[in-house]
């Protein structure tokens, strides 16, 4: 089925996604949801996606990316998602981790960094969430301790997207001015960000432990870890930013990983769609194919309008960011309403298929049902977004 396109230059970059998808994303799509080992990062994959151009995709091309817009970055995410979320989620995050370099960072930083996460050559983790820090992302408590010319960092991170792999981290946390200053492990204010090496020779250095978090429901290929700071030694200018300010990065960070996951969102909801109505089309019973009866019909029918409601919210905000305008409203009713409505089509999607739909050995269904749940979960809560959305309107 054909998508609905704002620009021309989307339909050239979903030939690009889903030339990628049948060479790289299909022969191994299957294996890599069904393994459970410790080593399960799809490395060679995320280097593909690196080589192809896809985790820099909207990054500059002064620093090693392909300087495509937003809309065309989320029309690939789009895509890269309809073949399989989790292969998706290892380019978003790539993209993710490296926004608030080229955004917040020194020249140096993003010279250094920049072109080698882009390229797929590093790894990079985004490490915002903690224990007692999820929705309440202001309310950090691993810190950080100027002494001399390097900062001593301890805490702990957990739920973060390849934190158990990665090479280099953006960590949030707070700056004390002492051992004992307890205010400024308090204040809102205090958050600050940090870029971390955290692996030389691909052996973690000292001061830092991970963990692979098992037994996820979806989005397997893409690890999520625990991270733990035990006098970890970092170099003061490694600083993103200023000092203080690292809660307006991860802010401004997410509101455009936002449309990223709305694009997420309406990716799996298209591939449900699609599925739901070439097996509409074949299951036979009571002598005529399910396509005929009403209530799959209307089943089809609610699931195609809110798809394209989903995906034009995601392009409007998508056209906002590239015009420099403010898109915190409307990127927090597309993450909402998109990945509700995947929610509502994975559903009915597998109220169609039946048995065929739950059992994955017959279809993707059941693995774009346990992919899906997750997004409305990171990059912030729908009850998160709904609290930004009713904040925007009553300002």
């Not at 590093?122 to 007692?132: D, R, S, V």
């Not at 993103?240 to 990716?267: H, S, W, Y």
């Amino acid at each position: 089925m054909n998508r609905y396109n704002i620009d021309p230059r989307q339909e050239e970059v979903r030939q690009l996604a889903a030339e990628f998808a049948k060479k790289h994303i299909e022969p191994v799509s299957k294996e890599l949801d069904h393994r459970d080992d410790p080593d399960r990062f799809a490395y060679e994959i995320y280097k593909q996606l690196g080589k192809a151009g896809f985790i820099g995709f909207n990054m500059p091309k002064e620093l090693g990316g392909q300087g495509r817009s937003n809309l065309e970055y989320i029309t690939l995410i789009e895509e890269l998602c309809y073949h399989d979320p989790a292969i998706c989620l290892l380019c978003a995050v790539g993209e993710l981790a490296t926004y608030p370099i080229i955004y917040f960072g020194s020249e140096q930083q993003k010279k250094k960094y920049v072109p080698k996460c882009a390229s797929g050559e590093l790894i990079p983790a985004f490490m915002l969430t903690e224990p007692q820090a999820g929705s309440d992302a202001a309310n950090q408590q691993t810190t950080a301790v100027l002494q001399g010319d390097h900062y001593v960092i301890n805490g702990e991170k957990i739920f973060i997207m390849h934190g158990d792999v990665a090479d280099l981290f953006v960590l949030f946390l707070r700056i004390k001015e002492n051992e004992s200053d307890d205010q400024a492990v308090k204040a809102a204010h205090k958050v600050s960000a940090i870029i971390v090496e955290a692996r030389q020779n691909g052996q973690l250095v000292p001061g830092i432990k991970v963990k692979t978090l098992k037994k996820k429901m979806g989005m397997r290929a893409a690890t999520t870890g625990q991270v733990w700071f035990d006098n970890l030694k970092v170099p003061k200018e490694n600083l993103l930013g200023e000092p203080g300010k690292g809660f307006r990065i991860a802010m401004n960070t997410l509101d455009g990983a936002r449309i990223g996951v709305a694009a997420q969102g309406v990716g799996i909801a298209q591939r449900a769609l699609d599925e739901s109505i070439a097996y509409a089309k074949k299951r036979i019973c009571f002598g005529s194919p399910i396509a005929k009866f009403q209530a799959i019909q209307w089943m089809l029918a609610d699931m195609s309008c809110r798809l394209e409601a989903a995906r034009l919210l995601a392009y409007k905000a998508a056209q906002m960011q590239d015009r420099g305008e403010k898109f915190s409203l409307e990127c927090a009713q597309a993450k909402l309403y998109a990945t509700e409505t995947a929610n509502f089509c994975v559903d009915r999607a597998m109220q169609i298929h039946g048995g065929y739909g739950y059992i994955g050995e017959f279809s993707i269904i059941e693995k774009l049902y346990r992919d899906q749940r997750v997004t409305e979960i990171y990059e912030g809560t729908s009850e998160i977004q709904r609290l930004v959305i009713s904040g925007q309107l009553l300002k």
